[in-house]
Nanobody, 115 residues
Framework: QVQLVESGGGLVQPGGSLRLSCTAS????????MGWYRQAPGKQRESVAY???????NYADSVKGRFTISRDNALNTVSLQMNSLKPEDTAVYYC?????????WGQGTQVTVSS
């Protein structure tokens, strides 16, 4: 069973940057379309970016132009570079398959944007 481990979150001031990483176990990661999701307190989990197995990317309007998703299939990782962070980006961030997140959720990584 594939396990997902997210890392890289933290506390950052508005306008700052963070780079999140997600490492997956297993040897068929390269076949998956992968996405980054986030869940803010009191809100539903939402997708913010995805990258297809072939490398095509897409972003939610709220993060377009600020976030960049990438993957390294040799390392079984998918990353999310987040720039120009805003307080409304505060959430726990998770990775999973996209569009159907059928893998078990990892513990996520907390991102807090605050001055």
């Amino acid at each position: 069973q594939v396990q997902l481990v997210e890392s890289g979150g933290g506390l950052v001031q508005p306008g700052g940057s963070l780079r999140l990483s997600c490492t997956a176990s297993g040897n068929i990661f390269r076949l998956y379309n992968m996405g980054w999701y986030r869940q803010a307190p009191g809100k539903q989990r939402e997708s913010v970016a995805y990258i297809a197995a072939g490398g095509t990317t897409n972003y939610a309007d709220s993060v377009k132009g600020r976030f960049t998703i990438s993957r390294d299939n040799a390392l079984n990782t998918v990353s999310l570079q987040m720039n120009s962070l805003k307080p409304e980006d505060t959430a726990v961030y998770y990775c999973n398959k996209f569009p159907n997140p059928t893998l078990g959720w990892g513990q996520g990584t907390q991102v807090t944007v605050s001055s």
